[in-house]
DNA sequence: TGTTAGCACTCGCGCCTCCCGAGTGCTAAC
DNA sequence: GTTAGCACTCGGGAGGCGCGAGTGCTAACA
């Protein structure tokens, strides 16, 4: 069954009230708030066919009405309308991104924390992964006798890399040895081709040489597959400003599950994968259930070409969507530029 | 004047009670718990006297009493006992431990989460800073034409890297040029020897590879320097544990402050300095408002010879100090074996 | 038929009051 | 010096009350 447009109108002011006061809403605020030109009582019985409807829930008798989650979804469906950041707040932000920033997970956590004092919620970040990546060059390079920094280059652009220590001394001609087996064996594969039964053939035909590949080898893996996100918290204090988090056991249930990278990197992995834009999860529709009373809206940034990261934005079902959208969308823009620019492309 | 040890006795118990319970613990109470062969109207004379002394605090009129400040440095200068972990808990802690870890920075927050998972504390850990490290050599790694890898070694054995992108192709006999001119010049040199003049100095005799050798130099400064120490924080949600952060403002300024990185970092570099020990400021002996009323335990940790991060656990004034130095001495001693045995020494 | 005014009813919340009990300090006896 | 007894204090929880915001229904109006 259609809304009429009425219905409509009143639905939008009803949870942007909401949004905006944390108090249930009714009908007489909304008759002299908001100019529709229909009396409280009109309103009245529009509220009650909304709450028919399933679009709206009333706590107990004598309250206004609130949002219901399916109030919430028409709403940043088909209500709601984008924010514009003021001056002020745009100055602001373009602020605190002209810091020169040079190392990627940098950039990424000092974005989350800007997003997080724009829009005043907590901000998550899975900084990219990259599964499908294929080898473009490894470098050994020896620091000490038994010390090198092994250097991987996938096909994406993106350079990794880490101090291996050896049990014993290696010399110039086992690193040339291996850095060029390298080379013609795996340039050009991904994780999934690099097989076990492949790898053993490997150490096996580098003899005294093997140990040194099999360390090598193992850490390229690494790279290719890359497969527990790390992720970046900003600005989790930010959840206390809301009245819904006063309790302080909902409180300690959010901060318990913020606490855990994993729990984090498991949201994220679950949502914005079906879209290349902007998702938003709705209460329960996260399907994490101690997420089930907040909501959590979600990007997309790319690094490059393959690789992509996710940064959201958390807060409490009665989350200021139209602000956070715009903002996440806009910061998103830029944030592909500030990456595109450090990594020179 | 010195606390006969009938008052020391009382003291100890009232603190102690007071940690396990966070109620404010009365004279009956003491009589009844403690077989201190002491009737309450004795244990209250001598509660009075321990009052005037300053070592307890009355919330109001017809409470028990609180350890003061000043108790609580009394307890943990001469009262308080070592606690053993129990077995249990120290098989945990093996478990945990016994991960395979390959990165400084994943042990050192790995750790940090067991230590809160241990006391039921939030932890706080400041990496490595490297102040007067001197440059042992640096490498550069031409990755790709406007890409190189700097890799920059110092006399505590560390190793640091970053890509470094130059807006003109380069070609080894820049590279060449610049390796060999820094090994010569700046080889053995710490940050502060490195002054402005002479860096000028040198980008003119370079000519054409100034700007390159700039980029450089300016990297190998913030290794040489590394000012603002990465932190880590773990476990926060459980201060929320503690009966103090029930009130949610109190709950909002801890969290406010730990949010930011700056603040902990600061509040780390001011604490533990003096001993290479453990060291405890409890309340305002922190020096930092926001943590007025929180406590903190802080230990050392050494990784290679001169390289030293913090590493501390924060609770309320009431905090189980005897448990919390206990398993950080003992978690302490371990990350060192950890740190060598990663660090191959 | 849709809109509006009026009115009785509901019910959460803040406020006040009162009482209980834990704890103290003092005094007097042992 | 220690202890028992007692009057006094005061925070906090329980219960009662009234206010006010909000609803749903009915009846009148355009």
Partial sequence: MELSQRKRMILQAIIEDYI??????????????????????TI???????????????PHTSAGRIPSEMGYRFYVDSLMQRYSLTVEELAGLQKSM????????GVISEISDVISKVTHYPTVVAFPREN?????????????EKLALVVVVTDAGVVKNRQVRFSNAVDYAAIDAVSSFISKNLVGLCAADITPARMM???EAMGDYGELLKVVVSFVMECLREDCAKVYIGGASNILNNPEFSDIDRAREFFSFIDSRENVSKMLSLMGNDSDDISIKIGSESGVDEMRDTSIVVA????GDK??????IIGPTRMDYARVVSSLEMINDRLGEILNRILGQ
Same sequence: chains 1, 2.
């Fill in 98 to 105: 002209d810091r020169k920033y040079d190392q990627l997970e």
């Fill in 307 to 312: 690789l992509r990261g996710k940064i959201g």
């Fill in 132 to 144: 499908k990546s294929r080898l473009r060059s490894v470098r050994i390079v020896l620091v000490e």
């Fill in 20 to 41: 905006a006061t944390a108090e249930p809403v009714g009908s007489r605020n909304i008759a002299k708030n908001h100019d529709l030109g229909l009396s409280a009582a």
């Fill in 300 to 303: 997309n940034y790319n690094v």
């Fill in 44 to 58: 009245r019985n529009e509220m009650a066919d909304l709450e028919d409807m399933g679009y709206l829930e009333k």
């Fill in 201 to 203: 053939l490997m150490y």
